[in-house]
Each structure stands twice: as structure tokens, then as C-alpha cells.
DNA sequence: CACCGTTGCGTTCATATTGGTCATGGAAGG
DNA sequence: CCTTCCATGACCAATATGAACGCAACGGTG
């Protein structure tokens, strides 16, 4: 089978590179090209299409200078433009996703995320489409069922769970983002360990994590009697 | 929650009645109009979005006298109209159901289909508004995590029509949805086990698959030494 | 100015308690 | 009687907690 073209679309060079070098070490996928904003990525799409090379997968931020995600997608739409949407955005608004999925976007990406999440939402994409290509031996005539239908939604909608460090739980990471995310301050690991009732132990443990994947930065708070206090601060998500 | 408006969209006059009839009896579903073919459709589509009261959902058969069902996708696209689509068709051509997905169709049922899974298709897709309207409890904030937009997209999955994975049963499954419905807070796979008596294993294994599946939510329990005790939570909100 | 007690957090370790997996037994169906 | 499937019990792995220890800055005191 041949692969999967990806068009990337991003306006900021480093993260672009850096979809664009996710895309390179995933098997099955090859890069079709970059565009910065909606129009050239437009144009892009146009022009491999009358070439007769069709992008078939269109990595696509929110977040452009031009043009809006989504009228990119309903524009894509308008002009004939089919191509599978992934699309990538650090706005976490849910009403935005209802439109999102009405427009044909197969799959969600929050950034930022890292390259296992990248690759296992593009490998579920992959085995949606290899679904499609090839339907379940055991059913005879050319025909799809209902659960041939089904299996294939549900490999392009499962969640799954990432690899974690030993000694770090899913459940609890999840509750310290979510704590830091609202926090527009910068907390200690003791009011952690308050406002979400675990141990500072374990507060202590998460953010520390969380410092060593960049999500948040650790600085020292002096000024009070003793050892000085870690406190932690959201690094605001390049857009 | 207000009902979700629903059009139906059917040449036969009868298997139309016989859809209309599904909507009626389904809760949190009202038949907001019927049309036999697209032009009628698109133009009461307009109209309704005209008068205020768009619709939400649009139950699209394929195969329609005048046009395709995936031209009245695109042609409801370009023209604004971004209700979701559950497209019902005979046909079973796989390389169909990709460009429909590519057009925003959120569900696929294919003819011909008894109640129980229209009404678990569209139970499914009234699970995914929901979950999108108001994330799952115990994250607190506006935002959403990449988790809950997971959670959201699994939920379009079909779990009852999928086959059981190699160690369920349909009556167990049965008796411990029950048992969680009932449940108003959270429980624990030990409180399960006690009030079912099964086995713990046996608990675990089930309310696992729910969570799976979105039909309830997983979150930790903290505060107590000793690893973290998984609670379980009933999503499903009966409107 | 140097030193030392105080103080509160960082760090480590053992412990408790649950989650996860494997092989086994029993029941249902053919 | 055989096969297949699921629930079970027992084992190992995982993970938050509490306590004990160490460390670094503050604030007196010499």
C-alpha cells in the first residue's frame, strides 16, 4: 500500500519542523509538504490535486494569521477538497470540536503534546484507513457490514493510553495538569498538595515531572524562614 | 438540555415513517421535519436555520432520487449548514464510508438495521454532545484536556454492537450496568464485587470496559496510604 | 562580621493497599 | 465425552502515603 500523504499546515516555522520531522519518523507516512497560513495551504491542496498527487491527510493548526481553522476546513469542503483532517490547536474550547467533527476532522490533537501521542493518533488514522481497504476476512461479497462499519469508527475513535514513567499514575498526572492549568500564578507544591488532597510526596513527584517535560517552570521562592520553597509556574503553550 | 432536532431524510415514503417513528420513541430526540429528496432538504434545512431553530442532526439515506447523499453533505457544508449527519445506506461500499467521513458523518447505519442499533447509534451520538457540553466530572475548569476530547470521540464508538472481547459476558455486562445506574456517587470495583458478589477480577474487568467504552468515568480516590483505589462514576445522563 | 539555632521544605525509604496477570476449575453447549 | 468459555483464587507488580532525615535560608547573638 502506498503512503499517506500529509500536508502540514503551521505557522510557526519551529513547530511546523517539527510536525514535519514527527511525520518523517512515522511509518507509512510521507510529508507532501508545509504551509504557513490557510491560503497557500489551500492553493497547496489545489495544486497537488490537478497534479494528480492528492494530499490525503492535512495536519491543520486552529490557530493561523489568515484564515481560521475551521473555515479552512469548510473552504476545503467548497472546493472539492476531501482530504482527512487532524487537527491541532492549544485552544481547548469543546463547542469548537462539535464544529471540528461536522466538518470531517477525524481526529484531535491538544497541544502540546508529545511525539507518542502524535504517532498514536496518526496510527489510528492509519488502521481506519487500512480498515477500510481491507474489511475483515469471513464475510463473504465485496460488501462492508455493520460491524465491518463499526470496527473501523471505532480504531479511528479509541483512546489510548500512553507509556508512563515507573511510579507515575495516568489518572493522577491528568488531575495536576488540569490544577496548573487554571492556576495563572505560580504554586507551591504544598498548595498542590491542598487543593487536590494527595500527599506532598506525591505533588512533589508529578511537578517534578511535569518541570522535566517542559510543561512547567520550577523557580525558588526565598523570603521566608526555611529551606526555600520549589514553586511552579505553567509555561504558556506556544501558540 | 433542550432535544436534538432531527431530520429525516428518506425517499420511501415508508421506511421515512418508520424513521420518523424511531426519533419519536427515543428520548431527548424530537423530529424537527421530513424530506424526501435533497433539493427539499437542503431548502428546509435553510429555512429552519432562518427561523432560528436549526437542525442538529440529519438522518441522510445515500441513495436519493435526485441527488447523492454525499453531495447534499457538501453542498450543506458550502452553503453553512453544519448539522451532524448519520448516514443511512444500502450500499455497502467501503471507499463511500471514507469520503463520508471525510464530509463530517458521524455515524454510519447500514440497511437494514432493527431498533436497537438506530437507537444505539443515536444514543451514542446524544453521549458525545453531552460529554462535549459538559466534560466529565472531577476535572474542574473550563478547558478540556486532551483526555476528554478522547473520551468524547470514543463514545461515537458502538460498544453493544461490537463483538465482546474474549472473557465478557452479555449478562454480567448487563448486571453491572444496572447496578451502576443505580449508583448516584462513585463507587469502587471492591464495593461492586461486595454488592454483586463476583469477584474482584470479574468487577474489575467490567467496570474497565465501561470506562472504555464511556459509560462511566475512572478517577482515583486519594488520601489513603496504600495504592489508589480506582471509583467509578455513571456518565450516561439520563435527560 | 561570623556563627548557630530555628524553621520549613526537599529527599529517601519502608509500608499499606490496590491493580494486573496467569493458570485453574467448573459450567454450558454441542 | 469433548470443547469452549468465563469466573475465580493466588500471585506479582504498581503507587500513594507517612515518617525520618537532610538541607538551605532566615534571624538572632557573640
Given at each position: 500500500m502506498s503512503d499517506i500523504r500529509v500536508l502540514v499546515v503551521?505557522?510557526?516555522?519551529?513547530?511546523a519542523a517539527?510536525?514535519?520531522?514527527?511525520?518523517?519518523?512515522?511509518?507509512?507516512?510521507?510529508?507532501?509538504?508545509?504551509?504557513?497560513?490557510?491560503?497557500?495551504?489551500?492553493?497547496?491542496?489545489?495544486d497537488f490535486a490537478a497534479a494528480g498527487t492528492p494530499v490525503d491527510l492535512v495536519l491543520l493548526d486552529m490557530n493561523l494569521p489568515d484564515l481560521h481553522g475551521l473555515d479552512i476546513a469548510r473552504r476545503m469542503r467548497a472546493a472539492g477538497l476531501f482530504a482527512d483532517i487532524i487537527a491541532i490547536t492549544a485552544v481547548r474550547e469543546l463547542n469548537i470540536v462539535r464544529s471540528a467533527v461536522?466538518?470531517?476532522?477525524?481526529?484531535?490533537?491538544?497541544?502540546?503534546?508529545?511525539?507518542?501521542?502524535?504517532?498514536?493518533?496518526?496510527?489510528?488514522?492509519?488502521?481506519?484507513?487500512?480498515q477500510l481497504a481491507s474489511p475483515a476476512a469471513g464475510h463473504a461479497g465485496p460488501g462492508a457490514s455493520q460491524s465491518d462499519v463499526d470496527q473501523a469508527f471505532a480504531s479511528l475513535r479509541?483512546?489510548?493510553?500512553?507509556?508512563?514513567?515507573?511510579?507515575?499514575?495516568a489518572s493522577t498526572l491528568e488531575s495536576v495538569q488540569d490544577f496548573m492549568k487554571l492556576q495563572s500564578g505560580a504554586v507551591s507544591a504544598s498548595e498542590v498538595m491542598d487543593a487536590l488532597g494527595?500527599?506532598?510526596?506525591?505533588?512533589?513527584?508529578?511537578?517534578?515531572y511535569l518541570a522535566d517535560a517542559g510543561t512547567v517552570t520550577r523557580t525558588a521562592r526565598y523570603g521566608a524562614p526555611g529551606r526555600p520553597e520549589n514553586e511552579y509556574r505553567w509555561t504558556r503553550t506556544a501558540s
Open positions: 503551521e505557522d510557526e516555522p519551529i513547530a517539527a510536525h514535519a520531522a514527527y511525520i518523517g519518523r512515522l511509518e507509512g507516512f510521507t510529508l507532501a509538504g508545509t504551509a504557513p497560513d490557510g491560503q497557500s495551504a489551500l492553493r497547496l491542496m489545489t461536522a466538518t470531517g476532522v477525524v481526529q484531535y490533537l491538544i497541544k502540546p503534546f508529545t511525539f507518542a501521542t502524535f504517532a498514536d493518533k496518526l496510527g489510528s488514522y492509519r488502521l481506519f484507513r487500512e479509541a483512546p489510548s493510553e500512553l507509556p508512563l514513567p515507573k511510579g507515575l499514575a494527595m500527599s506532598r510526596v506525591t505533588a512533589r513527584r508529578y511537578l517534578e
